[in-house]
Each structure stands twice: as C-alpha cells, then as structure tokens.
C-alpha cells in the first residue's frame, strides 16, 4: 500500500507534512498538479526574475499554515475535530484549484466573469463526487456555511493563511523584504472567541505589521507601475486576439486556448469548457503569445513583442487621471509614426487602487486577557491602523517609446 502521508521540503516554510490521505489523493489530482503550471504572479517575474514561483507551491504552503494555525488553537483550548482539520487543510489546499492561466491577469478574459473562486468551487464539486462525498465539509467550510466561522475566515478573511502564505512567499521570491511577515508571531496570537477568530490583544503591533507589509508588497510589486502594465498588456494580446478571431481570421494556437479564443457564451458551463480548462495553463498562453510575435496583425505582434522581448512602452505614474487631452495626443503620435489608424489599442491609462484596511468586510478583532472582544481599530495600543483605513489609487499612462 502506498505510504500518503508524505513530507515535502519548501523553501519559505521548511518541511510541510501531509497529514491525511485524502489531502494526498487531491495533490496528486489533475486538477490539482495544473497548478504547477500556473504562476502565482503572472508575469511578475518580468520585473522580479526571480518570481517564478506557482499557485502549487502557495496552495502547499497555505495548508501548512492552516495546520499550525489549529494546533495553536487546540492548545488554547478550541475543540476540533480530526474531521474538522482535514476539512480546513482541504479547503484551503484547494482555494485556487479554479485559477487560469497566469493567475489573476485573465480571470474575465476565458470564461466570461466567471472567477476564480466560482471555477474553484464547480471543480471541488467535481472532485467531491471522484472522492465519494468526502470534500462535503471542506467546501461546506469555503463558502462559509459551516457553523463554526473561524475556519471560514482562516480560509478568507483580512488575516487568513492564504494572504499569510502569499505575502511571505512573494516576498521571499521577489527579494522584497518589507513584504516579509512573521507568520509564527501572528499564528501564536490567535484565538477563537464565540466560534469566531480572534487575535491575542498583545499582537496587536504583530497584525499592524502584517497589514502594512500587505500595503507595502501592493505598491512596490504587485501594482508596480511596470508589473500592472505587464499584466494590462496580457489582457490586451488575448482581447486583440479573440477580436481577430471573432472576424474570421485564422490565429496559430494550442487547441485548448483556441476553444476559448473562439467560444463566448458561458452562462453556464459545459462538461467541454471544464475539460478544456483544466487542461489549459500559462504555457498554452506563452506558446501562443511567441507564435504571435510575427503575425501580420500589426496591433497583435507589437502587443506580443513586448511580453517576448520585455520591450515595454514608456510609463508615467501619477496620483491623478490624466487629461484626455494627454492621451489623445499620443494616440495621435502613434498613428502618425506607425501609419495606423487604431493607436488607441497601444495608448491608454490604467489605474490600480488599494484599501489595506476594510472596516465593514470581516474586520480583525482583537481580545484581551478578560475575553472581552473589540475591533482593530478600537485599540488604544493601534499606532499605524490611521494609514490603513483610506483607499490609494494611482494611475498609469502608457504609450510607444518610439513616439518620444
């Protein structure tokens, strides 16, 4: 009989334990094992050489943290059950199982406005009836219909294990280390009061860290202004890419991102769309974008040339919109110099916004040593939760080099 209780070496987390067989059996899935093949930052590492990491490794890593954060809580007296654990390490293990090519770049581009979470959740289905039944709590538990909320919010929430892997794994691969959390601290504050998650009142500085770490990481990586227009740009190649085929023009691609290409309706999923999504991945995408390069699509090659050979157009970040007048004039410059009359399909603006604190959606509470609960943001002890509680948006104007 094969031994499932296996232990794998990660570089962030150190030695992660397979702690239930069924948990195995779900890695060693199909639908699971595509997420080696999905990066965890899109193209990222364009900016960042070394962020190649892969929703694989953040699903793995995510389950270890979601171990350890019960361990802590069994210790400070929360009754789970052994059934409750596998059910929290599945559904955290399989969070992103519904991801796309290149993460969240082409959530809407594929299917419509069908994200991930929703793709996730018909493929835990899916897999629930391959396993007999035995996913029901764990997808019980991601939807947040499971009695007991903390393990809702240890899956999603302001300060669940998923943005507690993610954040240190980025971190680490991008060589970025405002963006590094002291998971460990963070996980030994935990508490459940009333079936609802709570922090330990003395780590409460622990928690603003991990809140401006997340602030940090957003600005300086995941909205750098070369980063959002990378994954802008990505948008663009398959939106141009599905224009053209909806003319009736032949595009060389693989023949699962051809389906998608030349399908447009997904009210409601086929057992075609499934089978042709799970087994679609950011190479089917990368091969298409190099076959691209050097179609007669003058539009389509620019677009793709600047993925392949990292030949990005000029960027202007700023805090305000730009006029319109801005832009139009470089719409204009571009199809002046390139003899083209659609230049607005390589000149635009973008705009990235960031809220590091909800007050309203699952805000963090805190409780002190009489058990009493109270927000984040009703501590007398919080010193940096005032930068926090305000929304940021830039804006990036983007255009040719060439029209300098």
Known sequence: MQNKLKIINDPVHGFIKIQ???????IEHPYFQRLRRISQTGL????????????FHHALGA????????ETLRLKGTQISKKEEEAAMLAILMHDIGHGPFSHALENMLMDDWQHEKISILLMTRLNQEFGGKLDLAINMFQGKYSRMFFNQLISS????DRMDYLKR???YTGVSEGSV???????????SKDKLVIDAKGIYSVENYLTARMFMYWQVYYHKTAALAEHVLVQILKRAKYLVS?????????????????????????????RFTLLDDMDVFQAIKEWTENPDFILSKLCKIVIYRDFPKSIISSK?????????KIDKTNRYFNIRNGEELVGQISRSLLPYDTERQPIYLMDKAGKTFKLEESENQILFGCMENSTEKYIAYFPREIL
Request: charged fraction near 30%; hydrophobic fraction near 45%.
């Open 170 to 172: 980025d971190s680490f």
């Open 158 to 161: 302001q300060l669940d294990v």
């Open 63 to 70: 389950m270890n943290l979601m171990f350890r954060a019960l």
């Open 321 to 329: 919109p730009f006029p319109e007048e801005f832009i139009k004039d």
């Open 44 to 55: 990222l590492s364009l900016i960042f050489p070394g962020a190649k990491h892969t929703r």
């Open 20 to 26: 239930h067989e069924i948990l195995f059996d779900v």
């Open 182 to 192: 002291n998971v460990d601290r963070i996980i030994s504050m935990m508490n459940v």
């Open 247 to 275: 003319q009736h023009l032949e595009l060389e691609a693989p023949a699962n991102l051809k389906y998608f290409l030349t399908k447009n309706q997904f009210d409601e999923a086929t057992e075609e769309d499934i089978r």
